[in-house]
């Protein structure tokens, strides 16, 4: 049985969790091993009585396959992080999903993606805001990443849908739950036209504590996060962190002084995050990666073919190609590539995100680069 079957399969075992299965490869269980493993076999590496017990008794071929049929007879897609379709963005993130279901688009996911997020009971400044901004983004060729709640989540979805760019849902529940449940519809429309993802296993109930979880792989998947409208107390700045952990970009939208809704974004603001008045204030940061041109941004026209080493009929500025011709001499470390192109680390960290997108780029363990 292939490695990403049986990674499938521990994460379809109530109560295995991302560390349990952390410890689990580390222990070299991540093989055929495993199904002759014992309870006390599986207490031995760290993991408790119950999960122990269950792995013991129910993690089998024939009940992985059964969970397999499942899914597909469900509709609904796997990917593992051992796949090649994995985002290799989401991979640099703490605690990256071993296993991410879906329903949709999953070439979305090797796009240039754009985190919005912001209050579950937005002001109608908010509302118009979000509806600007979502549009405006995605018409520039940005995919706009989101969690499905209520409020800024919703409106956004529906601005990039309607605007006919692209959207991903990521949601804190298994893929035959939909919370809220009044967002039934709009789950059916992005799973139409754009892409739903979960890294839960189909019966997983919304709960609490998995909505920051859910927020990682948010902020993971794209870029930067554009803070819309939050109070200080928002779970939308839990996004934010895990951008900031993540080493992407933080946005944030001013509001009214007076309106409590404005004081976590504002907040933002003071600590450093970048203030946006129009969606030309995000677009001009990515513009090394968008294949049209941005609304309302100033136009990139130093874009260069391509080599023709492999890459196709896509296009490289001409910082991506100076860089690119760099790792042909590689692979390199980070501080090697900062030596060797004599750029600060701003713009370092820039073009190999976009070169990563544009799979031309691959990083390796230990912050080393390489060309694919």
Known sequence: MKERDLLFGLNE??????????KICAAGLLSEKAFSCVPEDWERIGLNGKVAA??????????????????????????????????????????????LY????????????????????????????????????????????????RGIDSVCHKAALKSRGSTIAVTATGMDKVYPPENRELLRAVAQDGLVL????????????????????????????????????????????????????????PGPLTSPKSRGALDLIKQGAKLVTG????????????????????????????DKEGLGEKKLTREESQLYHILHQGPFTLDELLARSQWDFGLL????????IKKAVTQLPGA?????
């Not at 709960?207 to 993971?220: D, K, Y």
């Not at 969606?279 to 391509?306: K, M, T």
């Open 13 to 22: 075992v109530q109560g295995v969790g991302w560390k349990s299965i952390d």
């Open 54 to 99: 269950a792995l013991a008794s129910i993690y089998t071929p024939e009940w992985i396959a059964e969970r397999h049929s499942l899914i597909e007879e469900r509709g609904i897609g796997l990917v593992t992080i051992l796949d090649e379709d994995y985002p290799d963005m989401l991979k640099e993130t703490v605690e990256p999903p071993w296993v």
């Open 102 to 149: 879906y329903r949709g688009r999953l070439e979305l996911l090797s796009r240039p993606a754009i985190a919005m997020v912001g209050t579950r009971v937005p002001t109608a400044y908010g509302t118009k805001i979000g509806e600007m901004l979502a549009e405006e983004l995605s018409a520039a060729g940005l995919t706009v990443v989101s969690g499905l709640a």
């Open 198 to 253: 979960t890294e839960y296993p189909l019966g997983t109930p919304s709960h609490p504590g998995l909505f920051p979880r859910r927020n990682r792989i948010i902020a993971g998947l794209s870029l930067g996060t554009v803070v819309v409208e939050a109070d200080s107390r928002s779970g939308s700045l839990i996004t934010a962190d895990a951008a900031l952990e993540a080493g992407r970009d933080v946005f944030a939208v």
């Open 279 to 306: 969606s030309a204030d995000i677009v001009e940061d990515y513009q090394f990666c968008l294949s049209q041109p941005p609304v309302n941004a100033r136009d990139n026209g130093d874009a260069e073919p391509l």
């Open 349 to 356: 960290h820039s073009v190999l995100l976009s070169l990563i």
């Open 368 to 372: 080393i680069y390489k060309i694919i």
